[in-house]
């Protein structure tokens, strides 16, 4: 026998050995097999929220974007520009295909919170978001100029008035009406 065909320890037998320029491994692992984020797997899971001191089970999605929505309605403007950009991205996936059950979730819970577009879209400002008994809204004065106007000849009573001058942003930057009595 000679030293070319010997097999032992560190000598594998000669039709056993790798060939040149052939992967050890054909079949092995393929490539990035576990790069992908699995947002469904994760996402589907169900979890206990507490809402109105009653449980019920959701969705993390579903809790997820509600906890996103209520961050954005105390005035967090990062999760309130978050939480639009799920909904365009929601409407975007459910017009493009017949939509999965996330796109569902986001556009169901996202969408029953009104306060959530107004100060994207300039209708009101939130004032002393920090401060939970003081939070409040107030409106843009271009706001309350066209909502006058789509009253027409129809006039607020004193108190509806006081009630508007005290919700309006910048009152003293408002046209008001000629009727109107509470400048205050």
Do not use: C
């Not at 992908?36 to 109105?52: A, K, N, S």
């Amino acid at each position: 026998m000679s030293a070319a065909e010997r097999s032992g320890y560190g000598q594998p037998p000669k039709g056993t050995r790798f060939r040149k320029g052939q992967s050890g491994n054909p079949r092995g692992r393929p490539r990035n097999r576990h790069r992908e984020i699995p947002y469904d797997g994760v996402l589907g899971q169900m979890v206990t929220i507490r809402e109105e001191g009653r449980e019920r089970r959701v969705t993390a999605a579903e809790a997820f974007v509600l906890q996103l929505t209520q961050k954005g309605l105390a005035g967090d403007s990062a999760a309130t520009r978050a939480s639009l950009e799920a909904i365009e991205g929601a409407r975007a996936a459910s017009s493009d295909s017949s939509g999965s059950p996330i796109t569902k979730i986001i556009i169901s819970s996202v969408d029953s919170g009104v306060d959530a577009i107004l100060e994207p879209l300039g209708i009101a400002k939130l004032k002393y978001p920090q401060d939970e008994i003081r939070v409040r809204w107030e409106l843009n004065p271009w706001i309350v100029e066209a909502a006058l106007e789509r009253l027409g000849e129809t006039q607020l009573s004193e108190d509806e008035q006081r009630e508007v001058w005290d919700a309006t942003r910048t009152p003293h930057k408002v046209n008001w009406p000629d009727w109107w009595t509470v400048k205050e």
